[in-house]
């Protein structure tokens, strides 16, 4: 596996995970600008371990988080709500922690970010919600402590984890607060890995139409 980092350079292959301790937020900085306009690897910093992560997603990646914001945007549109989708996107707040969910959604929030191209935490509220899919890595809830995303969904291994910041941390739930009355955490994933064997339109398809029987 060949890596290279440096202040002009990332170069990281699919499927690899690299932990850097003890830097900086002006490294985390740095290590943003050498990644110039790609997106990948992403790119995480947390202030209280003093670490910056970089991961570089495996293709099956890509494709379940393409089906599970699908499985959202169905969702969404079943209960008549607007929205506004990132992705990518790099949330940031100063000195403290940056992260790079594969998703996020503005939902309640959505008139306060309508037009904009870059979300400033300083002046922007959180996503409401955030998504990240593990396969290679495991993400923590703890990385999102200081952005506060207030429901931060992780799928891993075909699970759906739901967690809820409440109280300045993050609850691990077995109900989400978007979706009342749904049970996402049981049907979302059956969803996501039809899509990866039997195509994404099969699912979504077989997706709507579960959903008028519930």
């Avoid at 740095?30 to 990948?40: A, E, G, Y």
């Avoid at 995480?44 to 959202?72: C, W």
């Avoid at 922690?97 to 870059?118: H, M, S, T, W």
């Avoid at 703890?142 to 429901?151: N, V």
Wanted: charged share 25%.
């Amino acid at each position: 596996m060949f890596i290279t980092i440096n202040e002009n350079t990332i170069n990281l292959p699919p499927g690899g995970e690299v932990v850097l301790r003890h830097r900086t937020w002006e490294d985390y900085e740095q290590l943003l600008k050498s990644r110039q306009d790609k997106v990948i690897p992403k790119v995480y910093f947390n202030a209280k371990t003093q670490e910056i992560l970089l991961m570089s997603p495996l293709p099956g990646h890509g494709k379940r988080i393409n089906i599970l914001q699908d499985l959202v945007k169905i969702l969404l549109r079943y209960q008549n709500q607007d929205w506004e989708a990132f992705d990518p996107i790099t949330l940031k707040r100063l000195n403290q922690a940056g992260v790079e969910p594969d998703a996020c959604f503005y939902i309640n929030n959505r008139q306060a970010i309508l037009g904009k191209e870059k979300i400033d935490l300083t002046v922007d509220p959180p996503p409401d919600l955030g998504i990240e899919v593990d396969l290679t890595s495991t993400t923590s809830p703890g990385d999102y402590l200081a952005i506060a995303i207030p429901e931060l969904w992780i799928y891993r291994r075909g699970e759906l984890l739901i967690y809820l910041f409440e109280n300045e941390q993050y609850k691990n739930s077995q109900e989400s607060s978007t979706f009342e009355g749904i049970d996402v955490k049981r049907l979302l994933p059956q969803y996501v890995e039809l899509g990866f064997t039997n195509g994404s339109s099969v699912a979504l398809r077989q997706f709507e139409q579960d959903l008028t029987l519930l």
